[in-house]
């Protein structure tokens, strides 16, 4: 039985929903009723049937509809997606574990066949089936790197490891949460970290240098980050932010529930083999406030966390124009009630 | 220098005679004097294997002190742009353990230096020191445009017209601070403009 791919979009009419088995599946990153950042890092291995983490490379319902929107963001932009000339080989590491894990995850729908550099990419949902040499950028109608993230949910960095620091180097970055691939590409973790409050003081970002420089292959980690946007919309780049900005002062209290989403990035952390880079995949989940308070326990907690978050952050995410808004419509969920522990709905 | 300050932002340091044969300069305004300042701590004979690259004001301001240091070369150039040919070919052509000290405004010292590591030299091994004006090179990341000698907070991206906040964010790749809307939510709020990089 395979998935069943929705038919919808993130932009213009914005018909994206989530069916209710994946609301249930929604990667809700709250474990406790506060937030506050920490180095959330922890091994990406497979968890329970059923939820976003059953295969380490996650496709779902809205990956055919997503692949049509990146495909939108880059014919109007091709700076989204770009590659220093020493990263090809780490674009070709990347191709290889897309297609292993969506080939082995989800063999209904992909199919990966190798005889020794002939290979033959069988992708059904996208009515894809090309045969390439690997390592022959010109036996393929893009890049490698460009070519499989064409084909995979979520952005993506690949990230350089020399003098003891990460560069961001490469990337495929149409979904992100307001930063800029074209301006950053080239820095080091630390400088493309450098406009997010608080964490640098509390040495997050030496701690988790630290940690991603010593992953190994066959070891990847992950961390849970999130934000929020109005209207299911993936392209909330700064590129277009006068576009999309002005969506923020238009949430009232009767339009809640439908357009204000929760958006979690599940980030995974991967050795590439050859390159000895590391990739960096950025999966991005919406839900919006109406399907997400379908979870009672989801409901209680997001309203305490909103309601108790620091000024910077909420400022940093963009919240404040539609908060206290947002934090009275959630209000009326929380009987005060105590929240399971964990993240999983009740 | 800014007062407050993020980690993508570039820091300057005070130019120091480093240990070697070739040494190239390139300045513009009052980047001639971290020069001149720099000369009272070299040993003698540093200016032998100088090239001194200014880009001088229309006033020749300067000038004369430069050529008092009696540098192997000295060339004048009327602008960044009409000199970066001759930069690159320099640079291209140049042999190992060439010394690079840039010297002047942010915009200058950031030009040169994109220059320098497209060249392959690290940026780490070359000598800066900011003088004279902060007025900032902003890339606006809706049209990409590039903006020079922005004064301002907020300022106006003069390719795209809109009303820019310009960040302390940094790329040395572009030599530029990123300029982002300040008013995208509403373009009705006009924050007052005020002269902050001078």
């Known amino acids: 039985m395979g998935i069943t791919f929705r038919k919808e979009t993130f932009r213009d009419d914005f018909t994206f929903r989530n069916s209710p088995e994946h609301i249930r599946r929604f990667p809700f990153p709250f474990h406790e009723d506060s937030y506050m950042y920490a180095v959330n890092i922890e091994p990406h291995v497979v968890g329970p049937k059923g939820s976003v983490l059953e295969n380490l490379i996650d496709v779902d319902e809205h990956y055919v509809a997503e692949m049509q929107d990146r495909a939108l963001v880059l014919a109007e932009d091709p700076l989204r997606c770009q590659s220093l000339p020493h990263m090809t080989l780490a674009g070709w590491d990347l191709l290889e574990l897309l297609m292993e894990q969506q080939a082995l995850g989800y063999p209904e729908h992909f199919t990966l066949k190798r005889d020794g550099d002939r290979w033959r990419w069988i992708n059904r949902p996208l009515g894809i089936d090309d045969t390439f040499t690997f390592g022959d950028t010109s036996t393929l109608p893009y890049g490698p790197m460009e070519y499989i993230t064409r084909q995979s949910q979520g952005d993506f960095c690949i990230l350089d490891q020399r003098d003891g620091n990460l560069w961001m180097d490469a990337g ?3 979904t992100q949460a ?31 240098l630290k940690f991603l420089t010593n992953i190994q292959q066959g070891k990847p980690a992950r961390r849970l980050n999130w934000t929020m946007t109005i209207n299911p919309r993936l392209d909330t780049s700064p590129e277009n932010y006068h576009k999309w900005g002005p969506d923020r ?8 529930g439908d357009k204000v989403h929760l958006r979690v990035e599940l980030q995974s952390f991967w050795r590439l083999p050859r390159s000895n880079g ?9 839900i919006k406030m109406d399907e997400l308070v379908t979870q009672p326990k989801w409901a209680r907690r997001l309203h305490r966390v909103i309601r108790d978050l620091p000024e910077e952050l909420a400022t940093y995410k963009g919240l404040t124009r539609y908060r206290s808004t947002l934090v009275e419509w959630l209000s009326k969920l929380d009987d005060g009630s105590a929240t399971s522990q964990g993240f999983g709905p009740d | 220098m800014a007062a407050k300050t993020i980690i993508s ?22 980047g001639a004097l971290a020069i001149k300042d720099m000369a009272a701590r070299a040993p003698a004979g540093f200016f032998d294997g100088a090239e001194i690259v200014f880009i001088a004001g229309p006033d ?26 001759r930069l690159k070919q320099t640079l291209t052509n140049a042999h190992m353990g060439l010394r690079l000290y840039l010297a002047g405004t942010e915009g ?17 091994s070359m ?7 902060l007025a900032r090179r902003m890339q606006c990341v809706h049209c990409k445009g590039i903006t020079e000698n922005v004064t301002t907070q907020p300022a106006t991206c003069s390719h795209c017209g809109l009303l820019l906040l310009v960040r302390d964010h940094y790329s040395r790749r572009l030599a530029a601070f990123q300029g982002v809307c300040i008013n995208a939510e509403d373009r009705s709020e006009i924050p007052p403009m005020e002269e902050i990089f001078r």
Request: include cysteine.
């Open chain 1, 249 to 256: 002062a238009t949430v009232t209290p009767e339009n809640v």
């Open chain 2, 9 to 30: 932002r570039p820091i300057y340091g005070t130019l120091s005679p480093q240990a070697g044969k070739h040494h190239l300069f390139v300045a513009d305004a009052e």
């Open chain 2, 127 to 133: 000598q800066t020191e900011h003088r004279g004006s």
């Open chain 1, 278 to 286: 590391i990739v960096f995949p950025i999966r991005c989940y919406l």
């Open chain 2, 108 to 124: 200058l010292i950031g030009q040169a230096m994109q220059v320098a590591l497209e060249a392959g030299i690290d940026h780490t």
């Open chain 2, 60 to 85: 020749g301001k300067y000038v004369a002190a430069l050529e008092a240091l009696e540098p192997a070369q000295l060339h004048i150039a009327p602008s960044f742009a009409s000199l970066l040919p």
């Open chain 1, 178 to 208: 307001d930063w800029s691939l074209d301006f950053d590409i080239g820095m080091n973790f630390f400088e493309w970290h450098a406009p997010v409050p608080l964490a640098h003081e509390k040495g997050i970002f030496v701690r988790a």
């Open chain 1, 172 to 174: 495929m970055v149409t």
